[in-house]
Antibody, heavy 126, light 107 residues
Framework: QVLLVQSGAEMIRPGASVKVSCKASGYAFTGHYMHWVRQAPGQGLEWMGWIHPVTGDTKYAQKFQGWVTLTRDTSISTAYMELPRLTSDDTAVYYC???????????????????WGKGTTVTVSS | EIVLTQSPATLSLSPGERATLSCRASQSLGSDLAWYQQKPGQAPRLLIYDTSNRATGLPARFSGSGSGTDFTLTISSLEPEDFAVYYCQQRSAWPLSFGGGTKVEIK
């Protein structure tokens, strides 16, 4: 069974940072990009970026460029999202999501998200 | 950035009725569009990719169509478990983007 298990809810003071983990199981972690998406309360979905599991290359939405850091540890099949300098506007559920495409596939199956973690609620409040 | 506009914002229907959800893009996507379903307190679930391909295990009552800038998700006969919020997502250009969602609610 393919699973993404995310770390638990966080309560963060304004100006501090948060690091969310996402542990993959049931598939080859190095075979798929990992995306991060966030959802503010009552709002829609916002794509933040992806990380290549083998090279560590990243691609970010412009809004998050220079701000969010995506990393991974292939030895434990875990991806991380770190966001510093948080404000109340960053209160949201943060999701990791596996890319549907398999790296090296001859088919262009990439950049849709087929398996999602349950989400990590990050609350920024003083 | 490609903007996806979903309509209507809310669709009030009864079980057994047909649901037609629209997603319009600010520029042509070819067929690079997906649909997701999200229920309260849950993560999104991939339903349709490449405009019309159903994800594994998705019932046949869900279908997708369209091309270019206009896309449609159709649920032929609503089941109780289909009442949820639906999002479209494009992969045609960076950054990836989602529509604002359509809530399908019980009338």
């Amino acid at each position: 069974q393919v699973l993404l298990v995310q770390s638990g809810a966080e309560m963060i003071r304004p100006g501090a940072s948060v690091k969310v983990s996402c542990k993959a199981s049931g598939y080859a972690f190095t075979g798929h990009y990992m995306h991060w998406v966030r959802q503010a309360p009552g709002q829609g979905l916002e794509w933040m970026g992806w990380i290549h599991p083998v090279t560590g290359d990243t691609k970010y939405a412009q809004k998050f460029q220079g701000w969010v850091t995506l990393t991974r540890d292939t030895s434990i099949s875990t991806a991380y999202m770190e966001l510093p300098r948080l404000t109340s506007d960053d209160t949201a559920v943060y999701y990791c999501a596996r890319d549907r495409g398999e790296l090296g596939s001859p088919y262009y199956d990439y950049f849709y998200m087929d398996v999602w973690g349950k989400g990590t609620t990050v609350t920024v409040s003083s | 950035e490609i903007v996806l506009t979903q309509s209507p914002a809310t669709l009030s229907l009864s079980p057994g009725e047909r649901a037609t959800l629209s997603c319009r893009a600010s520029q042509s996507l070819g067929s690079d569009l997906a649909w997701y379903q999200q229920k309260p307190g849950q993560a999104p679930r991939l339903l349709i990719y490449d405009t019309s391909n159903r994800a594994t295990g998705l019932p046949a009552r869900f279908s997708g169509s369209g091309s270019g800038t206009d896309f449609t998700l159709t649920i032929s006969s609503l089941e109780p478990e289909d009442f949820a919020v639906y999002y479209c997502q494009q992969r045609s250009a960076w950054p990836l983007s989602f529509g604002g969602g359509t809530k399908v609610e019980i009338k």
